[in-house]
């Protein structure tokens, strides 16, 4: 999923795949934590740039952001609230940007 020599398609396969074996079986916490942050790690990608521009993304590219995105929001579904408080301060005004 992080390989970035890897193709965007498959990348964004397992990023849906991940956070839905996660969601089913996760049994630690700090594990969900720490996949929620990979996932972040890719989707920030689409957020504007410093300079208030969109960045640049091919569809494929684009979809993979989409796939890690709503991976992120189905493990946000079962972290907990100070999780949930600190998620939600970091990415909440920045999400509109997303639908540009």
């Given amino acids: ?11 964004a396969a397992c990023a849906q795949a991940l956070g839905l074996v996660c969601f089913i079986a ?5 594990e969900v934590i720490t996949i929620m ?3 972040e790690k890719i989707f920030c990608a689409a957020y504007l740039k410093g300079d208030g521009t969109s960045p640049s993304h091919s569809a494929v590219l684009q ?6 995105l709503s991976a992120w929001t189905l493990l946000l579904s079962i972290a907990p ?20």
């Fill in 63 to 68: 979809a993979l952001h989409c796939a890690a």
């Fill in 37 to 39: 942050s990979s996932l």
């Fill in 26 to 30: 996760a049994g630690d916490m700090e």
């Fill in 1 to 11: 999923m992080n390989d970035k020599s890897a193709a965007a398609g498959a990348r």
């Fill in 81 to 100: 609230p100070s999780k949930v408080q600190e998620f939600v301060k970091t990415h909440l005004p920045k999400l509109p940007q997303l639908l540009q």
